[in-house]
C-alpha cells in the first residue's frame, strides 16, 4: 500500500488517519470514531475456481451494503461457486492484515470490483492495510486504482 501511495498520481487526496487497532472492525470504528456507515467501505477478498485454476477478486462495497458474493462476483469471475476467502488465505495473499485489508496496493493480476455507490461517495473510509490506521479518500479514487472495475449491483441492501 505505501508503494503505491508514494508513487500513484491521487495520492495528495489521501489521509491516513491513525486509530486504535481494537476497533478496526466497521461496526467498532462506527461507534467509537462516529463514522457513518453510509462513509465506511469494506474491501472482501472473493475467490472460486474454474477449470483447476483459482481466480481472486476484491471487492469494495459500502458498509451499509454486502458483496453480492453468489450473483454478481461469481458471474464476474466466471467460476461456478464463489466464496469468502478464508481470514488466514486473505492474509496470506494479500499481506495486509485482517481487518485492515485495503483495495490500495493490492497484488497487480487481481481483480478490484467497486460498487458503484461506492465511487459516488464524496469521502469513504477503508482499511489502510493494517489495524492501526484507515484511509481517507474520496470514493472515486477507487476506480482509478489498477485492476479496478465498477461493477453495477456488486453491493445488496
Known amino acids: 500500500m505505501a508503494a503505491l501511495l508514494d508513487t ?4 495528495a487526496q489521501v489521509l491516513v488517519a491513525p486509530i486504535d487497532p481494537a476497533q478496526a472492525d466497521t461496526a467498532s470504528l462506527a461507534e467509537a470514531y462516529g463514522v457513518p456507515l453510509s462513509a465506511s467501505a469494506n474491501c472482501v477478498v ?3 475456481r474454474r477449470a483447476g485454476v483459482e481466480r481472486v477478486a476484491a471487492c469494495v462495497v459500502l458498509a451499509t451494503t454486502r458483496a453480492d458474493v453468489n450473483g454478481v ?3 464476474w469471475l466466471d467460476v461456478r461457486k464463489a466464496s469468502f476467502l478464508p481470514m488466514e488465505r486473505a492474509v496470506v495473499l494479500t499481506g495486509m492484515e485482517y481487518g485492515g485489508i485495503t483495495p490500495v496496493g493490492l497484488p497487480p493480476d487481481w481483480e478490484l470490483l467497486v460498487d458503484p455507490a461506492v465511487v459516488a461517495a464524496p469521502e469513504v473510509v477503508v482499511g489502510s492495510g493494517v489495524r492501526h490506521s484507515k484511509l481517507v479518500l ?3 479514487l477507487l476506480a482509478l486504482l489498477p485492476g479496478a472495475h465498477v461493477v453495477e449491483g456488486l453491493g445488496r441492501g
Do not use: E, L, S
Not at 500513484?8 to 495520492?11: K, T, V
Open 73 to 75: 462476483v461469481k458471474r
Open 138 to 140: 474520496p470514493g472515486a
Open 46 to 48: 472473493v475467490g472460486g
Open 8 to 11: 500513484w498520481a491521487h495520492a
